[in-house]
């Protein structure tokens, strides 16, 4: 199977260079950080301690949840809710953080990401894609931009939603996530040893999904 993975911090594109690959490739997307939202958003509803990793990773393997493709994208539907909108929240994403970090939870997710990989072929976004989840995979990238450059997105993001934010909180932010995510035991955030790294700091997305397709291209992919 044809497989394309992007690894990398948050804040540093995938999730739109990602999107914009699988609808110019007509390829499926598999957005696993939306799993560990789910799953974060499933346990805390289902009142599970979040430390209590077999519970949670009884949450994890048995998720009721459908992908949906909507008006704007793709639509998450957990147990007969929408949850689109709210599993995009930070207080999702830091109860997504808190159970990606236990071994038991990313064991039980691995089948459901690795089922994504159907034809005609499958972006993958994520930290652990082409280390863990697709190995094999025909083309592997690190997407990465600085922690300032990230910070500036997150706020332009922010302000343009009328949320006040501080600049310098979210540099540090990024910061102390990057290292948590770096240094975790599991499944750590690294570029796999056959990735090529493309740091989009100065780069824009048209310019980031032209590099991503020459190494499609001469990958031999399509
Ligand atoms: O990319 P995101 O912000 O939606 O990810 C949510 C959380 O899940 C974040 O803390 C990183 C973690 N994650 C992970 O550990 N492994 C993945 N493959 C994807 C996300």
């Avoid at 690894?7 to 598999?30: E, N, Y």
């Avoid at 955030?189 to 999904?209: F, G, M, N, Q, R």
């Amino acid at each position: 199977m044809k497989v394309i993975t992007v690894d990398g911090p948050s804040g540093a594109g995938k999730g739109t260079v990602c999107a914009r690959l699988a609808a110019t490739l007509g390829w499926h997307l598999l957005d696993s950080g939306a799993l560990y939202r789910i799953t974060g958003l499933a346990a805390e509803r289902q009142a599970v301690e979040l430390t209590d990793e077999q519970r949670v990773a009884q949450v994890a393997a048995n998720l009721d949840v459908t992908f949906e493709p909507g008006k704007d994208g793709v639509a998450v539907i957990l147990a007969g809710e929408e949850v689109t909108t709210t599993i995009r929240t930070e207080e999702v994403g830091s109860l997504a953080s808190q159970v990606a970090a236990l071994p038991a939870v990313r064991d039980a997710l691995l089948q459901r990401q690795r089922d994504f990989a159907q034809a005609p072929g499958l972006i993958a976004d994520g930290r652990d894609m082409g280390t863990v989840v697709f190995p094999d995979a025909g083309v592997k990238v690190f997407l990465t931009a600085s922690a300032e450059e990230r910070a500036q997105r997150r706020f332009r993001q922010l302000t343009e939603k009328g949320i006040s934010a501080s600049l310098p909180a979210l540099i540090e932010d990024i910061r102390a996530r990057d290292e948590r995510d770096s240094n975790r035991s599991v499944a750590p955030l690294k570029p796999a040893h056959d990735a090529v790294v493309i740091d989009s700091t100065s780069l824009s997305i048209d310019e980031v999904c032209d590099q991503l397709m020459a190494r499609v291209q001469q990958a031999g992919l399509i």
